[in-house]
């Protein structure tokens, strides 16, 4: 069970979509070459072992 | 593969003989630099002290790229340490921030103050419950 109740273990295989995130990992691997998801989008491709991700928010003052 | 100097010490200097470089990135701290490295340790007096192996991660302040593959770092290369401070204390350190810097992400409250993810989450949780804060999603450019 996770220690944080906000953590969550996806089972492997599963894809997880989101805006913004930040990865805190033992080690991250970054492919240089322009990755082609369709047409007129690109991007990049990354492997992360052994961490996590926190899904970014942009935070205001109230 | 490339070869260089890293100083790790006054006494002694580690001299790469071999570098696999996986990732060279850079932020606000400096350039984030992954990989794996051969290296042989030498005394100040040059000679041969030690030979290994070792994977690096590090965020370095200050780099020169001298030539493609060869690459000098200064001996004061940092790597940020997350701290757990006690809640109160983080929650008026992220609560000042944002209303210093409204908009910042949820990675630069971690980075910029240097809090554990794990007490930034917390802090942004009782905030937004305290309806000192609120998070929005970040538009799609």
């Known amino acids: 069970m996770p220690e944080n109740k906000r953590e969550i273990l996806p089972e492997e295989g599963t894809k997880v979509l989101f805006l913004s995130a930040s990865a805190f990992a033992r080690k991250i691997y970054v492919r240089k070459n322009p990755i ?4 007129s989008h690109r991007g990049q ?10 899904i970014d928010q942009a935070w205001y003052s109230k | 593969m490339g070869q260089g100097t890293v100083s790790v010490s006054k ?8 570098m696999n470089i996986h990732t060279i990135e850079k932020n606000a701290q400096g350039l984030y630099v ?8 030498l005394s100040s007096t040059a ?4 030979v290994g192996n070792m994977t690096t991660t590090y965020v370095i ?6 030539v493609a593959g060869t690459f000098t770092v200064s001996d ?5 340490e997350l701290r757990k401070l006690p809640i109160e204390e983080a929650k008026r350190l992220v609560h000042a921030y944002i209303k210093e810097h409204p908009g910042s992400r949820t990675s630069d409250l971690i980075i910029e103050l240097k809090l554990d993810p794990d007490i930034v989450l917390e802090v942004l949780s009782q905030l937004k ?5 609120e998070g929005k999603d970040l538009a799609r450019e």
């Not at chain 2, 004061?76 to 940020?80: E, F, H, R, T, W």
């Not at chain 2, 419950?129 to 804060?133: D, F, S």
Request: charged fraction near 20%; hydrophobic fraction near 40%.
């Open chain 1, 36 to 39: 082609a998801f369709s047409s």
């Open chain 1, 45 to 54: 491709f990354a492997t992360i072992d052994d961490g996590y991700l926190i």
């Open chain 2, 11 to 18: 006494e002694y200097i580690l001299k790469l003989t071999e």
């Open chain 2, 34 to 41: 992954s990989g794996s490295a051969n290296f042989q340790m």
């Open chain 2, 47 to 50: 000679t041969k002290y030690a």
């Open chain 2, 61 to 66: 302040p200050d780099f020169s790229q001298t």
């Open chain 2, 76 to 80: 004061d290369a940092s790597v940020i």
């Open chain 2, 129 to 133: 419950k305290e309806q000192k804060v």
